[in-house]
């Protein structure tokens, strides 16, 4: 079945690094991503690695995938305030599905 | 290059009412798709198409439908509105559906 889940609150000091976690379980998806919504809008698009990938880095980010535990990490290093916003996960599938399956987000809290 | 655009931002119906939100996707992107956010119910796939067929549809009701052009812009319409349309519905496109998507800032419905 397609199910994804993220815990949904971390909260961070300026200056550490974040993690974010995410599984999936759903072991036919060809790429997972992460999206970034600030309040009152749309998603965007951080960064995505193909399912035969097992690691990504761009910049402050890194993303790491386990394959064998369908388990997906998005980890911003020097998180500033301006990271503060809510982190989807999510999965697609090709082949005819077309489709993202999203979770249901990680509201990152950035303080002082 | 400019990103998808969606338009109306905002726009406030009365239940019973249609609607016709639009999506002009990037330059070149032939595949685009529909979600519906909610709080309750997080980010759920609506449809997805891709040289104007309709190449997957979610699990809505036939109240939802849409449409693509030969120029890959898409409409999405929404027949007898129900107070829990209320949403954010965001578009994405992608070049083939398979690869990284694009979303646009949202069009925010409001039924009441």
């Known amino acids: 079945g397609e199910d994804v889940e993220q815990s949904l609150f971390l909260s961070v000091r300026e200056g550490d690094s974040s993690v974010i976690n995410c599984t999936y379980t759903d072991s036919s998806s060809t790429y997972l991503y992460w999206y970034k919504q600030e309040p009152g809008a749309g998603l965007q698009l951080l960064t995505y690695i193909f399912s035969n990938m097992d690691m990504k880095q761009d910049q402050r980010l890194t993303v790491l995938l386990n394959k064998k535990d369908k388990h997906l990490s998005l980890r911003i290093a020097d998180t500033q305030t301006g990271d503060s916003a809510i982190y989807f996960c999510?999965?697609?599938?090709?082949?005819?599905?077309?489709?993202?399956?999203f979770g249901a987000g990680t509201r990152l809290a950035v303080h002082p | 290059k400019a990103g998808v655009t969606q338009t109306p931002r905002y726009l406030i119906k009365t239940r019973g009412q249609q609607v016709t939100l639009s999506c002009s996707p990037i330059?070149?992107?032939?595949?685009v798709s529909w979600y519906q956010q909610t709080p309750g119910q997080g980010l759920q796939f609506l449809f997805e198409y891709f040289s104007e067929t309709q190449r997957n549809k979610g699990n809505f009701p036939g109240r939802f439908s849409g449409r693509q052009f030969s120029n890959s812009r898409s409409e999405m319409n929404v027949s007898t509105l129900e107070l829990g349309d209320s949403a954010l519905y965001l578009c994405a496109s992608s070049l083939s559906g398979d690869d990284g998507y694009t979303f646009g800032s949202g069009t925010r419905l409001t039924v009441v």
């Open positions: 330059s070149g992107h032939r595949s």
């Open positions: 999510a999965e697609s599938f090709s082949g005819g599905y077309n489709k993202l399956i």
